[in-house]
């Protein structure tokens, strides 16, 4: 398996606070993704990263936040999470661009009350 | 608008059977299309890619199509076996080659029944 390690895997917080998901990566990729999972969306990207510092939006970038100031860490952030953002957050790595697989975490379950 | 369908219904095999699950998308023209299997509580494992120049790819018993002027991509299991029920995602790079992320259909629920 690839790896990669996300962090929290359970998380359960209030509206109006902060929350920072980690993605943590062995393989030394250079891309980097986010997605959430939703019942009758499927996976949605919402931020990704092509580089140390390097990052752009998303289909569902809104209210989210992201940082990668190492190649193995790529951070995700609700700056004041809403009970929209309640889902499953999933992080990817991959070596290239469309042509190559991409390899998932297993994910974190977010819950906002 | 740009869309990814996949079987919304779950698709029930007989063990031993072939299943074929399909992706049809409108408005891209992907280079690339991927599938994944997913399995409950985990994250989506890569399974096969094909490029828009292929028009099948087999890795064992999997094999898959890519037709783009029908817009769809069949994925087939032959000789199905109970530990292939999982969902299946198909993929496409809607950018056409760019890094920025694919695109997921909903995904097809495969059940293989003993």
């Known amino acids: 398996d690839a790896g990669i390690t996300q962090s929290p895997r359970h998380k359960v917080t209030e509206t109006g606070t902060p929350v920072t998901l980690r993605c943590h990566q062995t393989e030394n990729h250079r891309y980097m993704y986010w997605y959430r999972q939703d019942p009758g969306h499927g996976l949605r990207l919402i931020h990704y990263s092509y580089g140390v510092k390097d990052t752009d939006k998303g289909e569902v970038s809104d209210g989210y936040s992201v940082s990668r100031s190492k190649t193995e860490d790529f951070l995700l952030t609700l700056e004041s999470a809403t009970s929209s953002q309640t889902s499953v957050y999933f992080c990817?790595?991959?070596?290239?661009?469309?042509?190559?697989?991409?390899?998932f975490g297993d994910g974190t379950r977010l819950s906002i009350l | 608008s740009q869309k990814i369908e996949q079987n919304s219904e779950a698709l029930n095999i007989q063990e031993g059977k072939t299943a074929t699950l399909t992706c049809n998308y409108t408005n891209y023209s992907p280079a690339y299309l991927q599938w994944y299997r997913q399995d409950p509580g985990r994250g989506p494992v890569f399974l096969l890619l094909?490029?828009?120049?292929?028009k099948e790819k087999r890795k064992e018993r999997l094999k898959v199509t890519f037709d783009t002027t029908l817009k769809q991509s069949l994925f087939h299991i032959t000789a199905s076996q109970p530990a292939d029920s999982a969902t299946y995602l198909c993929?496409?790079?809607?950018?056409?080659?760019?890094?920025?992320?694919?695109?997921f259909g909903k995904g097809t629920h495969l059940i293989i029944q003993p």
């Open positions: 990817a790595i991959s070596e290239g661009d469309g042509n190559q697989p991409q390899h």
């Open positions: 094909i490029r828009e120049n292929e």
């Open positions: 993929a496409l790079d809607a950018s056409g080659g760019g890094a920025d992320g694919l695109t």
